[in-house]
Antibody, heavy 118, light 107 residues
Framework: EVQLVESGGGLVQPGRSLKLSCAAS????????MAWVCQAPTKGLEWVAS????????YYRDSVKGRFTISRDNAKNTLYLQMDSLRSEDTATYYC???????????WGQGVMVTVSS | DIQLTQSPSSMSASLGDRVSLTCQSS??????LSWYQHKPGKPPKPMIY???NLADGVPSRFSGSRSGSDYSLTISSLESEDTAIYYC?????????FGAGTKLELK
């Protein structure tokens, strides 16, 4: 059974950092691209970032470029999102998702909440 | 960036009704469009991928179609468990973009 379990969320002050993790199991992690998608309170879904199978290719939405870094450790079957210089508008539930070779997301984690507030 | 316009933004329908939700793309994305069902407190659930393909475990009352740059998600006979927000996603090119969602409620 495919499982994606996020962790690392919480309350953080503006300007500080947070690192999210997504532990994957039930499939060969290194064979799949991965992504982070978020949903701010009362808002819709937003794609945040994606990473290729080996980690050599990464993609970001404009609002997080230079602040967020997506990475993966295939030996640990874990996806990460390093979030620096956090802003109040980054407050959201963050989901990790498995990305098929064609690009769509076929499995999602339960999500982890990030609140940026002083 | 590619814009996806979903319509209507919300709707209500009765049990057993045929319901169609629409997603219009601002530029050509081929069939690289998927649909997700989202309920409060749950992760999004894949419903349709590559515009017309049913995701694993999705009931056959759901279907996807495409006409040019217009994409539709149709429920042939609405059931109570189908109430949710439905989002379309284009994955033709980065940055991937979601539509704003259609909230589907029971009348």
């Amino acid at each position: 059974e495919v499982q994606l379990v996020e962790s690392g969320g919480g309350l953080v002050q503006p300007g500080r950092s947070l690192k999210l993790s997504c532990a994957a199991s039930g499939f060969t992690f290194s064979n799949y691209g991965m992504a982070w998608v978020c949903q701010a309170p009362t808002k819709g879904l937003e794609w945040v970032a994606s990473i290729s199978t080996g980690g050599g290719n990464t993609y970001y939405r404009d609002s997080v470029k230079g602040r967020f870094t997506i990475s993966r450790d295939n030996a640990k079957n874990t996806l990460y999102l390093q979030m620096d210089s956090l802003r109040s508008e980054d407050t959201a539930t963050y989901y990790c998702a498995r990305q098929r070779s064609s690009g769509h997301f076929d499995y999602w984690g339960q999500g982890v909440m990030v609140t940026v507030s002083s | 960036d590619i814009q996806l316009t979903q319509s209507p933004s919300s709707m209500s329908a009765s049990l057993g009704d045929r319901v169609s939700l629409t997603c219009q793309s601002s530029q050509g994305i081929g069939n690289y469009l998927s649909w997700y069902q989202h309920k409060p407190g749950k992760p999004p659930k894949p419903m349709i991928y590559y515009a017309t393909n049913l995701a694993d475990g999705v009931p056959s009352r759901f279907s996807g179609s495409r006409s040019g740059s217009d994409y539709s998600l149709t429920i042939s006979s609405l059931e109570s468990e189908d109430t949710a927000i439905y989002y379309c996603l284009q994955y033709d090119e980065y940055p991937y973009t979601f539509g704003a969602g259609t909230k589907l409620e029971l009348k």
